[in-house]
Nanobody, 129 residues
Framework: QGHVVESGGGSVEAGGSLRLSCAASGRTFNSYNMAWFRQAPGKEREFVAAIGWSGGNTYYPDSVKGRFTISRDFAKNTVYLQMNSLKPEDTAVYYC??????????????????????WGQGTQVTVSS
């Protein structure tokens, strides 16, 4: 079946940076769109970023555009989320996710979470002011 595992979370001051990693285990997700979501206490899950199966396209909501960058390393079967200029409101548990179907051309399908086939266990990011 395979799954994804996040790492790289931690605590940082506002304005700082963190890089999250999402490693695939048990199978390759190189043919699948990948995404990051986050969920803060008492809030709904929020879509953060997505990258196409070829690595050639990305998609971000306005809340993180220009500050976060998603990328992937096919040789390592790993997806990254580089987070810069972090704000206290970025504090949340961050989840890696893989599309249900391979070779999809529409990254926006992932926004609501229904198109996700595999979820990671999450990694905590805390940004202090």
């Amino acid at each position: 079946q395979g799954h994804v595992v996040e790492s790289g979370g931690g605590s940082v001051e506002a304005g700082g940076s963190l890089r999250l990693s999402c490693a695939a285990s048990g199978r390759t997700f190189n043919s699948y769109n990948m995404a990051w979501f986050r969920q803060a206490p008492g809030k709904e899950r929020e879509f953060v970023a997505a990258i196409g199966w070829s690595g050639g396209n990305t998609y971000y909501p306005d809340s993180v555009k220009g500050r976060f960058t998603i990328s992937r390393d096919f040789a390592k079967n790993t997806v990254y989320l580089q987070m810069n200029s972090l704000k206290p409101e970025d504090t949340a548990v961050y989840y890696c996710a893989a599309d249900k179907v391979p070779y999809s051309s529409d990254l926006r399908r992932l926004r609501g979470g229904a198109a996700v086939g595999s979820w990671g266990q999450g990694t905590q990011v805390t940004v202090s002011s």
